[in-house]
């Protein structure tokens, strides 16, 4: 149904969009305008809550329907948005009917009928029982690669758009805060990337506004907004919304910042995150019911992690034991067909942090058997195992490759558990790195990498490497497919259900 939206709709939506983000904080129109246009997320069986922004304060309304024309359209109002929040603003739908096309459209009203924006409309689904597809990546305006126009902008995000999926988790580095954005940056090659940029994101965020300014720069490129418009987001975050590999309690060897501290520092990235995208629930961790057939488990592997050392101790921790003892719970207590572990960072590779990479950023260390973070990883395959919990696999990004591993306890050290699969997508917008050392620990075997040649890295989207994966959902099998943004298959492998 792709035609739910009018061509004339969605020309005028985005072009007040465009407008709004070259003249924020400048003019004022005589309505409201909607300045990024709209974005539903956290779609569920009979729920999603659809986010917008304004350019000053107002009410955010929501009008939804199964009808084109909206005559049947129910209306649900949400809270006066204001500077508290950058003007955003989220409404929850509920009641929805399943296996149903929504429409949608959103504006906001000045109070005692003062006037009101136009209508910025979009579309979603509700999940169906038989078969849909969803795809996941990470990684956006990554290594100071942001919106360049002689490229044509984030276009991996078009290619998305043009798989045509119910639903796209973003694995997480929304934005890269820590990274800035300046207008030329020059290659090894001599070729040069030139970046539309702007005072706030040419520097490392420090200040609320500047986090802010980071993902209303995402906004403001056409195929961002044109996805956001017809596939809703389920967002978690991982180290770049704050600084590469940060950890709670860290004094940042970095500087760039005036204050170090990358507790302060993550606050600020969390409020903006959670402003800027349609989150659902108090926190990242969450689970997401998407019909009979598949329940995503979001994990959030920031918040509760021991710092980054050489990973070889007798603790450590990635999800904390609350989390951990959560995530066993979602998972055995789930009665979908299918359960996704939407995990921020790979299971399998040794990432190293600090000078020499003497640190460890991720669970694994290189060798068995479980040590230091691998403990708390093993205490959840194993419960997982001695509850019987079957049809998982995981899904990442982060590393800047692609990949496929198949885990196998016949080929572990130290643990037991049931076999299972775990795949790597990405970046879609930043720089190409790896591959990295696969942890023998849990006994992964490398089905598939898709990476920069052997000497070389932080290759740019231009180079052909940007990714994402491909999952079509069914009740006998995940086809699941690693596909670079022209839309080419480089790796399929069905996981048939246990």
């Given amino acids: 149904m792709r035609g ?47 986010w917008a922004r304004c350019d000053e304060a107002a009410r955010l309304v929501v009008e939804w329907s199964t009808i084109e024309s909206f005559g049947n359209a129910r209306r649900v109002a949400g809270e006066v948005v204001g500077p508290e929040t950058d003007h955003t603003g989220t409404v929850t739908l509920t009641g929805l009917p ?23 409309y979009g579309r979603f689904a509700t999940p169906r029982a038989d078969r849909f597809r969803f795809v996941w990546t990470g990684d956006t305006c990554g290594q100071g690669y942001g ?24 694995s997480g580095d929304l ?27 040419g520097k490392v965020a ?43 309690g860290q004094r940042l060897e970095d500087d760039r910042y005036q204050d170090p501290d990358a507790t302060k520092l993550a606050a600020l990235a969390l409020r903006a995150t959670r402003e800027w995208t349609p989150i659902g629930g108090p926190t990242v961790n ?49 009665t979908a067909r299918w359960k996704i572990v939407a995990c921020d960072q790979p299971i399998a590779l040794v990432i190293g942090d600090g000078p020499g990479d003497t640190r460890q950023e991720g669970y694994g260390n290189g060798a068995g058997p479980p040590l230091g973070r691998e403990k708390e990883l093993a205490g959840v395959l194993t419960a997982l195992a001695a ?38 997508a990405g970046p879609i917008h930043a720089g190409t790195f790896g591959p990295n050392e696969l942890d023998p620990t849990f006994g992964p ?18 180079d052909g490497l940007q990714s994402f994966g491909i999952i079509d959902v069914t009740a006998d099998a995940l086809h699941v497919s690693l596909v670079g943004i022209d839309g080419k298959p480089r790796y399929t492998v069905d996981l048939p259900r246990s």
């Fill in 387 to 424: 509850r019987n919990v079957t049809n998982v696999a995981w899904l990442t990004a982060d590393v800047h490759y692609a990949a496929a591993h198949h885990f196998d306890p016949a080929r572990a050290t130290g643990v037991s558990f049931l076999p299972f699969w775990e795949f790597v």
């Fill in 4 to 50: 739910v939206i009018t061509r004339r709709q969605w020309l005028v939506g985005s072009a007040a969009a465009g407008v709004a983000a070259c003249t924020r904080g400048v003019v004022r129109s005589k309505r409201p305008m909607v300045t990024h246009g709209v974005q539903a997320g956290d779609v569920q069986t009979d729920r999603a809550i659809i």
């Fill in 98 to 120: 399943p296996a149903q096309m929504i429409v949608y459209r959103a504006r906001f009203e000045r109070e005692a009928a003062r006037g009101a924006s136009a209508w910025v």
């Fill in 147 to 170: 919106r360049n126009p002689e490229w044509g902008g984030l276009k991996g995000y078009a290619a998305l758009r043009h798989a045509e999926p119910a639903f796209f988790l973003h």
């Fill in 286 to 334: 969450r689970v997401i019911h998407y019909g009979p057939l598949l329940d995503v488990v979001v994990v959030d592997l920031r918040t509760f992690r021991t710092p980054n050392d050489a990973n070889r101790g007798e603790t450590g921790a990635m999800l904390g034991a609350a989390q951990a003892g959560w995530l066993v719970d979602a998972l055995s207590s789930s």
């Fill in 206 to 248: 420090e200040t609320l506004d500047e986090f802010r300014a980071r993902f209303a720069y995402n906004y403001e490129d056409e195929h961002v907004r044109a996805l956001a418009a017809e596939v809703p987001i389920l967002a978690q975050w991982d180290d770049h919304e704050t600084h590469n590999n940060w950890w709670p």
């Fill in 445 to 462: 075997e490398l089905k598939f990498q898709w990476a920069p040649p052997p000497g070389t890295g932080n290759l740019a989207p231009w």
């Fill in 175 to 201: 934005i890269y805060a820590d990274n800035p954005i300046v207008a030329e940056k020059r290659l090894p090659d001599g070729r040069i990337w030139r970046n539309i940029t702007n005072p706030a994101v």
